[in-house]
């Protein structure tokens, strides 16, 4: 079983960046995993944000239409068993609980594709 662990949410202002991380543990290698983050709010289905193929080199993000892409960049160190979400540019409609999740699949985009959870950590943007 892998255990992720979201960290660096917080209360910021509108303009600020924030980088999350997701610590992978309960393996002694690195997963096999596509990465993903989600984001939900209360009363809200839970959304895609962005996810990340094993390697890295493929990468996807959510295409609605306050799309993240341009503002968030995902990434992952296996080394470190550490997936990232680098968010720049914040905005009051990025408020959320943000979580991490693995994946078995080759690519994963929607949560029933994933197969782990963290916890979720909070990212609160004021205006």
């Known amino acids: 079983q892998v255990q992720l662990v979201e960290s660096g949410g917080g209360l910021v202002q509108a303009g600020d960046s924030l980088r999350l991380s997701c610590a992978a543990s309960?393996?002694?290698?690195?997963?096999?995993?596509?990465m993903g983050w989600f984001r939900q709010v209360p009363g809200k289905e839970r959304q895609f944000v962005a996810a990340?193929?094993?390697?890295?080199?493929?990468?996807?993000?959510?295409n609605y239409a306050d799309s993240v892409k341009g503002r968030f960049t995902i990434s992952r160190d296996n080394a470190k068993n550490t997936v990232y979400l680098q968010m720049n540019s914040l905005k009051s409609e990025d408020t959320a609980v943000y979580y991490c999740a693995a994946s078995d699949r080759f690519r994963a985009t929607i949560a029933g594709q994933f197969d782990y959870w963290g916890q979720g950590t909070q990212v609160t943007v004021s205006s």
């Open positions: 309960g393996r002694t290698f690195s997963p096999p995993y596509t």
């Open positions: 990340i193929s094993e390697s890295g080199s493929r990468t996807y993000y959510a």
